[in-house]
Nanobody, 119 residues
Framework: QVQLVESGGGLVQPGGSLRLSCVAS????????MGWYRQTPGKQRELVAT???????NSADSVKGRFTISRDNAKNTVWLQMNSLKPEDTAVYSC?????????????WGQGTQVTVSS
């Protein structure tokens, strides 16, 4: 059974920083792309950032220059460093991974971690 577990969310003041982590565990062959989405009540889920196994990353325009995605393939971990946080960054952040068992690939999701930016 494959699991993705996020950590690092919390309450932070505007202008502050948080670092989210997501670790994949269980029985699998390889992890392809990984990334982060966020969602607030009443809004569509938004793709925040993605990173390929080789390290190529993309991010939403709304977070460019403030958020950085990175990963360590040996540790099956992806991080999201969030700087200069704004109240509009408040959301539940979920990580995902495209994970293969040697014969097929599928998407796996974490349970989500709350990030609240407020003074």
């Amino acid at each position: 059974q494959v699991q993705l577990v996020e950590s690092g969310g919390g309450l932070v003041q505007p202008g502050g920083s948080l670092r989210l982590s997501c670790v994949a565990s269980g029985s699998f062959f390889s992890i392809g792309s990984m990334g982060w989405y966020r969602q607030t009540p009443g809004k569509q889920r938004e793709l925040v950032a993605t990173i390929s196994r080789g390290g190529r990353s993309n991010s939403a325009d709304s977070v460019k220059g403030r958020f950085t995605i990175s990963r360590d393939n040996a540790k099956n971990t992806v991080w999201l460093q969030m700087n200069s946080l704004k109240p509009e960054d408040t959301a539940v952040y979920s990580c995902y991974g495209v994970i293969g068992d040697g014969s097929s690939w599928r998407d796996y999701w974490g349970q989500g971690t709350q990030v609240t930016v407020s003074s």
